[in-house]
């Protein structure tokens, strides 16, 4: 059995202080003491763990239950304990605390069962917090079974808490899910592994630590013993590492005090005479309420006498002080003074000494010149001091051999700071920019101080955003500037209330061509109080070379990554390091906070702490805008796709047929599109323009079938343009079923665009036309890409007012058998206009009709049975003599017929009074199935995906009879459970039987899931809608929002997932109105008024359900193989 660590409990936060004070040593950096922690009881916490669980929990799939034992307590799925007891820093915020009490969460007739038992809260850090409990569950489906000790389950970011007298409290937004939890919970929530968020509420009582005790371990070198005037190194290591200072003893005298840093001091010394010694190291710390002091074991110690090469030549010794004494700028004075003294006698050494410095980084000693010994002292004094870290050495040379040699080292490293910085000058002159925005986090070191923000800067997830920045760009530089200040605070509890501060006030950022730049401004810094009116000192905060410079002829978002390293001279802040902040800023920062600007070590801490990148963006202002293309009415398009493509559908091999929607044909036997519309610029060459209308083929009795409709024409330039059309197509031959919208059809070779005489219309005629690796797959296969379509010739009217031509259409094939009945609809006429129809080749004078007030017509001619075979037209002539055209071809009787024929019939204004619908095509349809099918599908527990969408529909309406039937074409799929379970739904078909009832009916195929059996069925009575008020116009009719319910049949289909009479999502569709067209039965509207005999999708939806019943039913639809 697996079982996870425990929390800590009390000892949680003192274990984390210590690793923050061990980790603030290893930097250089004086951590703070322990602050006092605090006894906590009756704490509280409130969590509902995760909503999407709580609801699954209590929904209807897993019909559960939330339980609680006390003290826990349920309210609305939130589980609130009580009772808490543990312990909390009120200064650091860490501490942890636990609580009785357990929640079981059930379902699934306890196939899910978990239990989570005694949390613990756990503040981690200042801005981080851990809940852990006890877990008991069973296996179900993917979540395993599981039985763990104090699992941590979810972390939360914390933010500022909410602080009373006693009490400290948090209420965090959104936690994370741990992989503990996310394997416990069969990795349902791996992809958004959010967890509820929390409030806990803990009052305590504080109490007061005492200082934490030190060790002082002193070690010596050589060991044991050294000849006298050889130098003796003194080193202490203090632990834990506290700041603080070591001061070195022999015996009761001091030998020297050196400050603690990463835990360690050292002194070295020549000076200690012939003789035994005690040595002793004692500690100090800078705080003694956060760390005791302590005294290493003495260390016994001997030095042999030197011995006395001339018994006549006095020894001496030589100390070597340096003013001042840690620092000083370039070119200042610094003193070397060296004292000789008589180490055996009483006589006044006499000669010279000559002093030398070893710089940084290097072994090589530098003389600096020598001076005489006068009064037993030499002094120099020099400004020559290059820049950097320095250690000084000053030798004795005796005047005669009356005394012997000596001399003295100053082996801490000494500091010469270069301050220049050079400065980029601003240009006065060139372009300006406003609204310039920067974001800057000062520095990684600096994330967990205090951040305060002013004037036009705020603070937002630790870093200051500067807005409203106003600048100059030109060619030599950019400069831009920001009002407000950025205050940052550091240790705030030990120097309050804003502890070692640091204020940059009108920021200022320049970059000179070649990528160098400043950051500078205005500063001031303080300790304890903050002091507006400080004085400031305008200073370069960070430097940067080598960047790319922003271009701010368009949008901006740079970064500009600050320099850090090598920036100044080894040893200017430490022997090792050249690494650091500007030095002039570095001098001006509080001085117990200055290493915190430079590197001093190899630890973590030291890497982070760099000047942070400056993050630059802003928007160009908008320009003139271009000039807006000419609108393009009654535009026309001639295209036949490809000839031989329609000699195969009409020829002996397919058999097939070709009819027309809202297109007609040309003399050539090309479909002609009508009353395209768009925009076109004639100035740059570009425009789209699109048509509607479509052209269907079929052939191989059926099993091809495809149609292709509202082509659309982009033109990109004088030369090229493309085609762009919707298809809808079976699979034919091995392939895929097609469903796609805009296809990228074929790529178009412009010639010269021909402007009429009168500017108003700009044709393109017999373009070359390309099929494209899109349009191939659209095409079904027939032809690779790259095979060359039949070209295409287009016109654009360019004013908008041109006129709109009528357009005929052949309702159903163009090809019609000798005795049938010829069938065209128009439209685009004047209401109430007279027009004449004649058949061409030998003119056949069909009368005269009328358009309908909708501007449409609809001429129906029973062709003779002894018409002659072959093309003809049908030519509908207006007043004014212009003339629409519709082509089509008759084909020999196959039996004898009738010698009758030649009648002819008008869709509008005709004698007879007949029944007439309109041509729907492009119609929409707008529907979801069900919104908690859908979540349950792509939820935590099918996981599953849906794919697909529903194509355009077809079919017709009539306005006079509130009926109409309209199917679409695409498809949706439903997977889920690792493809258990698999549901399509596809070609939805809407019937209207009345001005507020339909039915719709689709296709189902799924596999079989649980008990249910697979089906595959088609046409199936799904819902039944209940309409609102339809909202028509002349060119649509529409309906939004309709109910929808689920029939029997639909249910069945459903695999059982919801009950007859359940809602559904509602439905939105729209009928795009074209030509007039012959009723049927789905549009005479006696659907509505008399039933009508059962149709076949009720018969097989009563046969669904009454095979289910008996769990035997198993439907294929398979395509006739051709």
Known sequence: MERTKRAPRRALASTLIGALIAAAALVGVAAPAQAAEADVADATVSWGLRDSWRNYITGPIAHGSVTPVAPASVASGIVSWSGGAGTIDPDTRLGSV?????????????????????????????????????????????????DATQMAVATFGLGEPSVGAGTIGWTTGQGTLTAAALTMFGGMYDSNPYADGLTVTLPYTVQTPDPVGTTTALSVSPEATAAEGDEVTLSATVAPAAEGSVE????????????????????????????????????????????????????SYTITAAPDPDQDADATSTTL??????????????????????????????????????????????????????????????????????????????ADDAFQPSEAEATANYGIVDPAVVEIAAPTDGTEITDVTARWAWSEYANGWTKVASGDVSVADGSFVLSGGTGVVADDATVVRFTGALRVEAYAGFFPPNGQWIELVDPVLTISADGAATWSGDVRTGVGAYDSSAATTHLVVATAAGIDV??????????????????????????????????????????????????????????????????????????????????????????GLKQSFRNYITGPIAHGSISLDGTALNGDGEFVWSNGSGA??????????????????????????????????????????????????????????????????ATLTLPAGVTASDGEAITWTDAVAVLTEDGAAAFAGFYSAGTALDPVTFTFPLTEDAPVAPVLSIDGSSTITQGGVLSVSGSGFESGEKLTAVVHSDPVDLGTFTASASGTVNVRWTIPADFATGSHSLVVTRADGTVATAYFTVSAATTGGSGGGGEAVAG???????????????????????????????????????????GAGSGAYSTGNDSGSVGYGGSIHYTGHSGLLDI????????????????????????????????????????????????????QVSWSGASASLTSAGAAAFMGFYEAGEALDAVSFTFPLGAEVPCDTTTDGSLATTGGPAPFDAVWAAAILLLLGSGALVWHRRRQAV
């Open 98 to 146: 636990s609580f009785g009490g357990s929640v079981n969460y059930y379902g699934h007739d306890g196939a899910l069962d978990l239990t989570m038992s005694n949390p613990t809260f756990s503040v981690d850090s200042a801005s981080t917090a851990t809940l852990y409990f006890d877990v008991t569950s069973v296996e179900y489906g993917g979540f395993p079974a599981t």
């Open 248 to 299: 070195f003893f022999d015996g009761t005298a001091s030998l020297g005090t050196d400050d603690v840093a990463d835990g360690a001091a050292s002194i070295a010394t020549s000076a200690l005479a012939a003789g035994p010694h005690t040595l002793t190291a004692e500690f100090t710390p800078a705080d003694a309420t956060a760390f005791g002091g302590s005294t290493s074991e003495p260390y």
């Open 321 to 398: 002080t340096v003013e001042p004494q840690t620092r000083t700028l370039l070119g200042e004075d610094v003193t070397l003074t060296a004292t000789v003294a008589n180490a055996t006698g009483s006589d006044v050494p006499a000669g010279s000494v000559e002093f030398f410095s070893t710089a940084a980084g290097t072994a090589d000693r530098v003389s600096l010149g020598s001076e005489d010994v006068a009064d037993g002292a030499a002094k120099l004094t020099t400004s020559a001091l290059a820049a950097g870290g320095h250690a000084f050495t000053a030798e004795f040379t005796p």
């Open 550 to 639: 922003p271009d701010f002829t368009g949008d901006v978002d740079a970064t500009v990554a600050f320099d850090y390293e090598g920036t100044t001279a080894q040893g200017t802040w430490n022997a090792d390091y050249g690494n650091a902040w500007p030095n002039a800023f570095v001098l001006a920062v509080p001085s117990a906070i200055q290493s915190f600007y430079y590197q001093s070590g190899e630890t973590p801490g030291n890497a982070t702490k760099p000047p942070a990148p400056l993050g630059l963006s802003w928007t160009a202002p908008e320009g003139e805008p271009e000039p807006e293309p000419g609108v393009v009415s009654g535009a026309t398009l001639e295209w």
């Open 680 to 745: 076109y610029a004639v100035d740059s060459n570009t425009g789209e323009v699109s048509y509607s209308g479509s052209v269907h083929f079929t052939g191989h009795a059926g099993a091809l079938d495809m149609t292709i409709s509202n082509p659309r024409i982009a033109v990109t330039g004088p030369l090229s343009a493309t085609l762009f059309v919707d298809v809808v197509s079976a699979g034919y031959n091995g392939t895929e079923d097609v469903n796609e919208t805009d296809v990228a059809f």
């Open 908 to 950: 509008g204004g005709a004698a007879v009074e007949v029944c007439t619908a309109q041509s729907v095509s492009g119609a929409t349809i707008s529907w979801g199935v069900k919104e908690s099918f859908r979540n349950y599908i792509e939820g935590p527990i099918a996981k599953g995906e849906i794919s697909g969408a529903w």
């Open 984 to 1035: 399509t739904l596809s070609n939805p078909r809407i019937q209207v039987t009345g001005a507020t009832t339909a039915m719709l009916y689709l296709d189902a195929q799924s596999a079989g899931y649980g008990s249910h059996e697979s089906v595959a069925a088609s046409g199936v009575a799904f819902a039944s809608l209940s309409l609102p008020a339809a909202s028509e116009s002349a060119t």
